[in-house]
């Protein structure tokens, strides 16, 4: 097998847009990629030939989509190499992921005065669930800082816990520098202190193989429409020994055992966090999605991906304009920067006019944000199938950006 981006580039048929006249370049992929024709065509077919409510009928329309959702997470288990896939809770993406986790926690394990420990690299979505418990419950947020290309300090973080910390929740990968934590030592140094550990694979999961036994984490959450499948998707990873003893998310259809007047039991995992009819055409999907990654040269996708981000850092870094921020060597393919002296949001203008299209603003990481000394930044984050050429369209749309501003 070889990675083949000109192959990769023919199964996604909106590539083959053009915006105000231009090529579409694509470059705001850590927000949310495109799909390739095989999810576009499972949520067809599911749609069209095989389609029931799941779990609860017994006539073969029901079957087959049942059959067909359990599926979809006997694939995510072996995408995540999950030990089994009742490990696996299917929710409406990573941020109702996190806001699980937290709600779930909050009922019984963490209380006034325990701590949470966060980085200020977090998004949003995993600090905002874990600040209810502070407002709600009393918990205490202590922040672990990163230097200035995202690095995180082990000794400094290993002397954050006390007998009071219960939980580390820390992203795998950074959606602004782009930087890898070290989320196996990370979790190793929680467990030695008696802490639990969730970690954000949103921006990790779709660029190259995902290990939750290695890794050691106790929660892991991704998100669908970032692993080139839809929206209103996401993947909740939970040890099968931590989940046994969690209590209900929320109330309803299937996460139940038995309801009478004056009590109610409740089904065993995941089913037990699944309450209500899930998102189970988004959910097939989701496994046609992963399947197609993993049917790739993953090895040839990461090489290619490290490479656009090389070529794409020297470039930008060669002009006299260009404030970069975060460049660790290992980094992934994300890229925060500013054209100086001019605001970001002019800049995705400008560049949208071009065709190409970033991210600007803040990347729902304020604290990062304030860290950096910035409001906002513009973004350019890469996928399997953008191109060199891409790259170089991305600097030259910044060079007439900074001629036309400056």
């Given at each position: ?20 006249g ?61 030990a ?25 394990e963490i ?74 030592e ?62 209900p ?10 309801v009478?007047?004056d ?12 309450a209500g ?24 996708l ?12 020297e ?23 500013n ?32 860290k ?13 199938y ?21």
């Open positions: 097998m070889t990675f083949n981006v000109a192959d990769i580039r023919a199964q996604f048929p909106i590539l083959s847009r053009e915006v105000h231009k090529p579409l370049v694509y470059l705001d992929n850590a927000a949310s990629v495109q799909k390739p024709q095989a999810v576009i065509d499972q949520l067809t077919a599911s749609m069209t030939g095989q389609y029931a409510n799941v779990h609860r009928g017994l006539h073969t329309l029901s079957n087959e989509t049942t059959g067909a959702f359990e599926e979809a997470r006997s694939t995510v288990a072996q995408f995540l190499n999950a089994s896939m009742d490990e696996i809770i299917f929710t409406m993406g990573g941020t109702d992921a996190v806001n699980l986790v937290a709600n779930v926690l909050g009922q019984e209380g006034e005065g325990d701590e949470i420990i966060l980085s200020v690299m977090e998004h949003h979505s995993n600090i905002v669930p874990w600040h209810f418990l502070r407002e709600r419950k009393g918990a205490v947020l202590k922040w672990l800082d990163v230097d200035a290309d995202g690095n995180v300090d082990l000794d400094a973080y290993e002397a954050m816990f006390t007998e009071r910390t219960k939980m580390v929740a820390v992203t795998h990968q950074s959606n602004v520098f782009g930087t890898v934590t070290p989320v196996k990370m979790a190793r140094i929680a467990h030695e202190h008696g802490a639990m550990i969730l970690s954000d694979g949103c921006q990790k999961a779709v660029h190259g193989p995902v290990d939750v036994q290695d890794l050691g984490v106790d929660f892991y959450v991704f998100t669908g429409h970032k692993t080139y499948g839809p929206s209103g998707i996401g993947v909740l990873y939970g040890k099968k020994s931590v989940l046994d003893r969690l209590p998310y929320r109330g309803g259809g299937e996460m139940i055992d038995i009478e007047q009590r109610v039991t409740y089904n065993e995992p995941p089913h037990r966090f699944e009819t899930p998102p189970i055409l988004e959910a097939i999907a989701l496994g046609t999605a992963l399947r197609w990654m993993m049917a790739q040269d993953l090895d040839g990461v090489a290619h991906e490290r490479a656009l981000t090389d070529h794409a850092m470039a930008l870094r060669a002009t006299n304009f260009i404030e970069l921020y975060g460049a660790h060597p290992d980094k992934g393919p994300v890229i925060a920067f054209l100086k002296g001019i605001h970001p949001h002019d800049v995705s203008t400008i560049l949208d006019r071009q065709g190409v299209a970033v991210r600007a603003g803040h990347h729902c990481c304020q604290p990062l944000m304030k950096l000394g910035t409001s906002a930044t513009a973004r350019a984050s890469f996928a399997a953008n191109t060199h050429e891409e790259i170089d369209a991305l600097v030259e749309a910044c060079r007439k950006a900074h001629d036309l501003l400056s």
